[in-house]
């Protein structure tokens, strides 16, 4: 066993396999995955694994740019809006809403790993965009960095806290 990795072979294996701009969905206990999807179960009885521990571990392994999710989180659940902003702050990722429909009707289906947890709460779904670490992407001085990845140093750096805009 390996101290500090990721110990679920199916998630370490999905992880490895991101490219920049793909999808990972971590969803509640009640979202519906669409057959043939990458589905990594970690649900196990009601509240157990929980969404919020589930955001942790893929943010500790994958580089997230963007974090989609239903706007109503941040009106209709605000307690869990503030445990998500907490979760992303210093992460560079920027929050955009995406409606509950899009997310099982378009961002699922495009997912490469769809990561269901045990939450039995709403609004506790969200598509994360993969993206590349932008410090080790651009650390060579004679290569221009591109102004996404300057914004983002500067999230990660000032360790900003995403909203909904």
Known sequence: ???????????AGAFAALGHTDLVVVTDAGFPIPAGAN???????????????????VLRFVDVELAEFAPELKT????????????????GAVFA????????????????????????????????TASTQPFDWFDDERVEILPAYVERRARIRDRAVPDLP
């Open 97 to 128: 809403g995406a409606s509950h429909e899009t997310l099982i009707a378009d961002h699922v289906r495009r997912a490469k790993v769809v990561i269901r947890s045990g939450s039995f709460e709403p609004w506790a779904n969200f598509a994360l």
């Open 76 to 91: 209709h659940h605000p307690s869990l809006y503030a445990e998500v902003q907490e979760i992303f702050t210093g992460s």
């Open 39 to 57: 589905r990594v179960d970690l649900g196990i009885v009601d509240d157990l694994v929980d969404v919020r521990d589930v955001l942790r571990t």
């Open 1 to 11: 066993m390996r101290r500090g990795a990721l110990l679920h072979p199916q998630l």
